[in-house]
């Protein structure tokens, strides 16, 4: 199922990594929701620092995703929950290093806390196949 990012005229580039305004899927296809994923370990400890947990909440994602047959190329949105503003430069590279030059449509949201108070990111995906 081919994904096609769209940045019509008309609506601000916002010149943020990775990011696109929409995500087109064409076909029929299998769809994957994922719930939202922290930097918890395999172990059960939560990764140290914001750069560590934003990697293994993504790495988390990729195992969920290869686990559906699917793989980063098949993400058409990203919804992410930060704990604090600070953060966000460790998160797009995290991003970065997930996705490579890859665009797609996401949304980041600043909140007060998630369910575990050491924890500094959740993300959700959906994806498509």
Known sequence: MPHTPIDPDG??????????HGMVSEGAGRWLHLSGQVGVNPDGSTADGALAQCRRALANVAALLEAAGMTAEDIVHMRIFLLDRGDIPALRQARGEFLGARKIPSTLVLVSGL?????RVEIEVVAAR
Request: hydrophobic share 60%; no cysteine.
């Open 115 to 119: 369910v575990d108070p050491a924890w």
């Open 11 to 20: 609506i601000v580039v916002l010149g943020v990594p990775n990011y696109a």
